[in-house]
Nanobody
Framework: QLQLVQSGGGVVQSGGSLRLSCEAS????????GGWFREAPGKEREVVSC????????YYVDSVKGRFTISRDNANNTVYLEMNSLKPEDAGVYYC????????????????WGRGTQVTVSS
């Protein structure tokens, strides 16, 4: 079965850290761009970060630059999002996704999506 399996997330105090993982099953993730998206209550889903294929390039939304780090581990077929200095406004449901087309803006064209994981940041 072709799918992305997410893990990580949870509840953390403001200033804390979390690491999200996204493991591909049934396909090779290093053939795809990996993205992390966030859906906050009452807001539309937005891209948080993306890691492209070769040449590897990284993208971050301005609000997380310097605090979040996206990476991939091809041996484990996994993309990670390390989140540090978390703020209450970082809270939401985080989704990982894979795109054979690279880090494209149109979310409808991302081929695989994880089921989402909740991140809660208490102030």
């Amino acid at each position: 079965q072709l799918q992305l399996v997410q893990s990580g997330g949870g509840v953390v105090q403001s200033g804390g850290s979390l690491r999200l993982s996204c493991e591909a099953s049934g396909f090779t993730l290093d053939e795809y761009a990996g993205g992390w998206f966030r859906e906050a209550p009452g807001k539309e889903r937005e891209v948080v970060s993306c890691i492209s294929i070769s040449p590897e390039m990284l993208y971050y939304v301005d609000s997380v630059k310097g605090r979040f780090t996206i990476s991939r581990d091809n041996a484990n077929n996994t993309v990670y999002l390390e989140m540090n200095s978390l703020k209450p406004e970082d809270a939401g449901v985080y989704y990982c996704a894979a795109s054979v087309l690279g880090c494209i803006a149109d979310m409808r064209r991302w081929k695989f999506w994880g089921r989402g994981t909740q991140v809660t940041v208490s102030s």
